[in-house]
C-alpha cells in the first residue's frame, strides 16, 4: 500500500500542479494539525487557530481543483472536510469564556 500509495498522491499532486518542491509540506501540516486539534481541546485560542488554518488549508485545495478544471466528484471530498473543518471552527469559536 505504501509504495501504490504514494504514486496515486505523486500523480494526483501534478494533475493538481502542486510544486514538487512544496510537497514536504504534507506531513508537517497533517501532523500539526492533528497535534493543534488535540492540543485545542485543553486551549480554545489553538484550537480557533488550528480549524481556522485547517479551513484555509481546504479552501486552498479547492483552488487547486478548481485550476485543473476538475469535475465536481473530484473535489467533492474536500468540499465535505471544508464543511466538517468548518464545523470545528465554529465549535472552537463558541465559547470564549474557557481559554
Known sequence: MG???KRWASEHLDHLGFPDQLRFVFPIV???SAL???VGLRSRAVG???AASIVAYFIIGLG???RAKD???EYAPAV???LWSYLVLRAFGSDASSD
Open 3 to 5: 509504495r501504490r500509495s
Open 30 to 32: 497533517k501532523a500539526s
Open 36 to 38: 493543534g486539534l488535540a
Open 48 to 50: 480557533r487557530l488550528t
Open 64 to 66: 487547486f481543483h478548481a
Open 71 to 73: 469535475a465536481a466528484t
Open 80 to 82: 465535505g472536510m471544508l
